[in-house]
């Protein structure tokens, strides 16, 4: 690859990790499901599309005029009146006999900020929203998906990181207070949310046009139940509401310490309106009064409750005003729902439409960049000459937003082209030609930074922890035999938050490698997903290429056919039917 090519590649925005065979080489560009060729399209974007920031303080500054006015929506729209017999099915969502928190402390705390004016001068039907949020990526906020539901945030949202101020309008303009503004490009709800109840997952991401410089916190492990057990000390987070008499939130950030509680005390309280496994029940039995009580209140939804440095909980509901004797707080259960909210964490993409793209060269060396439609490949944009290359890899190995390239020479040498706006190449290190193959599969160690698997030519299988900024720490291994295996996958294929790894075998039968989500051991047993048939000339593990929050995997046949396999997110039975993606995949003898 020359260096005017380099450059050429500079503009491109960013996929998913994916694995290439090689296979037998056609003239013809491969074709649609409708085996139409696709023409070249103009790429979409080199970046996520933002706002101005004039518009976006313009939405901070209309919720705050709001919110100071006590005109903010900061709850669902159900509520229970205190008092209320429990198992109504009204709820509220709400930090009442809270201490001052320094953002410091709590750097992944963000403000989220929504303001709608219609369209017109009447301020009548203005509608401002106010929720907290965590960043679990640098331009991924966690956040209820009551503060999402109905809402364009792309259209109306703004994100105010890195200060434990509330923003004030001066004479001159808003106040940030060091803090800084960010769009949002992209909106998700579990699909499972059902807002009349504020059941079936309280849980959302918001996806930042811009990466932020902010230390992240990572939602909890499938696995864990010992953040759960009754009486754990737990911290909650928010500007919410100080105090039951009155509606205005905190200007400042506030937390609490409280214990979590068993399931039995909040069904106890709120009978059938509380979920078990979808919720989390935590806090001591409300005074009645703001004296003795300690709670989150109106303005805290969204906000983390934290366990043993990890999110166990997002502030979901409770009941009116806060305070009413023997109430708890209802949290959305994250651990129940991490395998959800990771895929959307690690779910950039070429396009930036949420859905993983397709790297794929010819062999006469021109590489292509083909994006996804769902269950389809709808135009692809030329990369140029990239027969100097015998591997490329789809990552965000700095967890910025962008999918890049990471990349083998025909010499052995690992590169990472980093798309930072200008782009640059980047050597990870040499005497990678060693290496039969190399997949970037998400993160198996654990902390929240994408890992890299290899397998050697002697039937070793590696695993490099990344550090998050292109570079690997020292290898760990996973053991030998692999030389019969043919690797691939990116993401969760099982559905429970850690990324796993698929293996074919000589007899043609597909295995799934449930990652543990740590260094050592790196899988649990495998589990046999397909018992024959599995023996394609290429496979291409992108990540999410329908655009549901499950890993897929792209499987090419020995006439050229691609075939879509959607994943269903479980070890036993991974994927749906296939789908015919096109004919005519033969021309290509690299995917990535």
């Known amino acids: 690859?020359?260096?005017?090519?380099?450059?050429?590649?500079?503009?491109?925005?960013?996929?998913?990790?994916?694995?290439?065979?090689?296979?037998?080489?056609?003239?013809?560009?491969?074709?649609?499901?409708?085996?139409?060729?696709?023409?070249?399209?103009?790429?979409?974007?080199?970046?996520?599309?933002?706002?101005?920031?004039?518009?976006?303080?313009?939405?901070?500054?209309?919720?705050?005029?709001?919110?100071?006015?006590?005109?903010?929506?900061?709850?669902?729209?159900?509520?229970?009146?205190?008092?209320?017999?429990?198992?109504?099915?009204?709820?509220?969502?709400?930090?009442i006999g809270g201490a001052p928190a320094a953002i410091t402390e709590a750097p992944w705390m963000v403000q989220l900020h929504y303001y709608d004016d219609k369209g017109n001068d009447d301020e009548t039907d203005d509608e401002g929203f106010f929720c907290g949020g965590s960043l679990v990526a640098p331009n991924k906020v966690l956040t209820a998906a009551h503060c999402v539901y109905g809402l364009n945030w792309a259209l109306n949202g703004a994100v105010v990181s890195g200060t434990g101020q509330m923003p004030t309008v001066t004479e001159t303009g808003l106040d940030l207070h060091g803090g800084r503004i960010d769009g949002i490009t992209r909106q998700w709800m579990s699909p499972t949310y059902d807002d009349a109840t504020i059941s079936g997952g309280d849980v959302a991401v918001l996806t930042l046009s811009e990466a932020v410089p902010h230390r992240t916190l990572q939602p909890t492990r499938s696995g864990d139940t010992a953040s759960y057990q009754d009486g754990v000390s737990a911290t909650v987070y928010g500007w919410g509401r100080t105090s039951s008499t009155s509606d205005e939130g905190s200007q400042t950030?506030?937390?609490?310490?409280?214990?979590?509680?068993?399931?039995?005390?909040?069904?106890?309280?709120?009978?059938?309106?509380?979920?078990?496994?979808?919720?989390?029940?935590?806090?001591?039995?409300?005074?009645?009064?703001?004296?003795?009580?300690?709670?989150?209140?109106?303005?805290?939804?969204?906000?983390?409750?934290?366990?043993?440095?990890?999110?166990?909980?997002?502030?979901?509901?409770?009941?009116?005003?806060?305070?009413?004797?023997?109430?708890?707080?209802?949290?959305?259960?994250?651990?129940?729902?991490?395998?959800?909210?990771?895929?959307?964490?690690?779910?950039?993409?070429?396009?930036?439409?949420?859905?993983?793209?397709?790297?794929?060269?010819?062999?006469?060396?021109?590489?292509?960049?083909?994006?996804?439609?769902?269950?389809?490949?709808?135009?692809?944009?030329?990369?140029?000459?990239?027969?100097?290359?015998?591997?490329?890899?789809?990552?965000?190995?700095?967890?910025?937003?962008?999918?890049?390239?990471?990349?083998?020479?025909?010499?052995?040498?690992?590169?990472?082209?980093?798309?930072?706006?200008?782009?640059?190449?980047?050597?990870?290190?040499?005497?990678?030609?060693?290496?039969?193959?190399?997949?970037?599969?998400?993160?198996?160690?654990?902390?929240?930074?994408?890992?890299?698997?290899?397998?050697?030519?002697?039937?070793?299988?590696?695993?490099?922890?990344?550090?998050?900024n292109g570079t690997f720490g020292t290898r760990v291994s996973v053991g030998s035999g692999w030389g019969v295996m043919t690797i691939a996958g990116k993401g969760?294929?099982?559905?429970?938050?850690?990324?796993?790894?698929?293996?074919?075998?000589?007899?043609?039968?597909?295995?799934?490698?449930?990652?543990?989500?740590?260094?050592?051991?790196?899988?649990?047993?495998r589990v046999l997903a397909g018992k024959s048939g599995w023996n394609f000339t290429a496979y291409a593990a992108t990540g999410d290429v329908s655009g549901d929050g499950k890993a897929d995997l792209l499987a090419r046949d020995s006439a050229g056919v691609m075939w879509l396999y959607q994943g269903r997110s479980s070890s036993t039975a991974p994927f749906v039917p296939r789908v015919k993606i096109g004919s005519g995949w033969n021309a290509f003898n690299l995917f990535g």
């Open 1 to 95: 690859m020359t260096s005017a090519q380099r450059r050429a590649r500079t503009v491109l925005p960013a996929a998913a990790a994916a694995l290439a065979l090689g296979g037998a080489m056609l003239g013809a560009a491969p074709a649609q499901a409708a085996d139409a060729a696709p023409a070249p399209v103009k790429r979409n974007a080199t970046k996520a599309p933002g706002q101005s920031k004039a518009d976006l303080l313009d939405r901070v500054r209309g919720s705050v005029a709001d919110i100071n006015d006590g005109e903010a929506d900061t709850t669902p729209a159900r509520e229970r009146e205190a008092g209320e017999t429990p198992g109504s099915g009204t709820k509220e969502s709400y930090i």
């Open 253 to 468: 950030l506030k937390k609490a310490v409280i214990p979590m509680r068993a399931d039995a005390s909040c069904s106890s309280y709120y009978g059938g309106d509380f979920v078990a496994g979808q919720m989390v029940c935590a806090g001591n039995p409300a005074s009645g009064q703001d004296a003795g009580t300690v709670s989150p209140c109106n303005g805290d939804s969204g906000g983390p409750l934290v366990v043993n440095g990890r999110i166990a909980g997002v502030v979901s509901w409770g009941v009116r005003d806060c305070v009413a004797s023997g109430a708890y707080s209802v949290y959305a259960k994250t651990s129940t729902y991490v395998g959800q909210i990771n895929a959307r964490v690690d779910d950039a993409d070429l396009d930036f439409d949420g859905r993983a793209d397709l790297f794929a060269r010819t062999s006469a060396g021109e590489a292509w960049e083909y994006y996804s439609r769902g269950t389809s490949l709808g135009g692809r944009f030329s990369l140029g000459d990239w027969s100097g290359e015998n591997l490329v890899r789809q990552a965000d190995l700095d967890r910025d937003g962008r999918q890049e390239y990471l990349y083998r020479t025909t010499g052995g040498v690992l590169r990472w082209f980093h798309i930072n706006g200008d782009g640059s190449d980047h050597t990870v290190g040499s005497g990678w030609g060693a290496m039969k193959n190399i997949l970037v599969p998400g993160d198996m160690t654990g902390d929240a930074l994408p890992d890299l698997l290899a397998q050697d030519k002697n039937g070793y299988l590696w695993l490099y922890p990344g550090r998050g």
């Open 492 to 525: 969760d294929f099982t559905g429970d938050g850690k990324a796993d790894m698929l293996a074919r075998d000589t007899s043609g039968r597909l295995w799934v490698y449930p990652g543990r989500g740590t260094a050592t051991a790196t899988f649990t047993n």
